[in-house]
T-cell receptor, first 111, second 114 residues
Framework: GNSVTQMEGPVTLSEEAFLTINCTYT??????LFWYVQYPGEGLQLLLK?????DKGSNKGFEATYRKETTSFHLEKGSVQVSDSAVYFC??????????FGKGTMLLVSP | DSGVTQTPKHLITATGQRVTLRCSPR?????VYWYQQSLDQGLQFLIH???????AKGNILERFSAQQFPDLHSELNLSSLELGDSALYFC?????????????FGEGSWLTVV
């Protein structure tokens, strides 16, 4: 079946540091890949997505590239801010668009 | 604001009781999904409806049921509640049912069973 594996958190960074959150997946066929973000006390928000191999999703300075050869979709940001502190979920969509989520990675950014 | 509306936002109830969570999808979206988020299980897919019909079932307990009405809003019914049912329940919607559809989440309904 489908599965998503994310690096465990929390990831603790200082403001303006470079961020990478690793995500790998197992799926049949050609899934779509997503990153969602959950700020404290809020719901899930779509951050970015990619629907085919080599696509790069980007939003708010975050980027992720769909790598079919390594079955990965790592999230990166060049310079994090305190306001980026949240839980980040990698997800895979296939079939009838039901999403399979990773366990989430908490990011804590200090000033 | 995703456009997906869930009510109630918070709910406290006793074991053995039954509750109904309500969801209004984004305007024009035909698919509604329900997810459960808990500390030990993470985000679990429960069920998916498309234009009133059940399309996929995930880890939904038999004590739970859902439906999507002709106006496309959906309800998740949770019965014979147990302490372990305490969780954040998300509703989400998307325009269609195919792969690649972006799914938009509501802010969730916090259920506490005491």
């Amino acid at each position: 079946g489908n599965s998503v594996t994310q690096m465990e958190g929390p990831v603790t960074l200082s403001e303006e540091a470079f961020l990478t959150i690793n995500c790998t997946y197992t799926a049949t066929g050609y899934p779509s890949l997503f990153w969602y973000v959950q700020y404290p006390g809020e719901g899930l928000q779509l951050l970015l997505k990619a629907t085919k191999a080599d696509d790069k999703g980007s939003n708010k300075g975050f980027e992720a590239t769909y790598r079919k050869e390594t079955t990965s979709f790592h999230l990166e940001k060049g310079s994090v801010q305190v306001s980026d502190s949240a839980v980040y979920f990698c997800a895979l969509g296939s079939g009838y668009s039901t999403l399979t989520f990773g366990k989430g990675t908490m990011l804590l950014v200090s000033p | 604001d995703s456009g997906v509306t869930q009510t109630p936002k918070h709910l406290i109830t006793a074991t053995g009781q039954r509750v109904t969570l309500r969801c209004s999808p984004r305007s024009g979206d035909l698919s509604v999904y329900w997810y459960q988020q808990s500390l030990d299980q993470g985000l679990q897919f429960l069920i998916h409806y498309y234009n009133g019909e059940e399309r996929a079932k995930g880890n939904i307990l038999e004590r739970f049921s859902a439906q999507q009405f002709p106006d496309l809003h959906s309800e998740l019914n949770l019965s014979s509640l147990e302490l372990g049912d305490s969780a954040l329940y998300f509703c989400a919607s998307s325009p269609g049912a195919g792969e690649g559809n972006t799914i938009y989440f509501g802010e969730g309904s916090w259920l506490t069973v005491v």
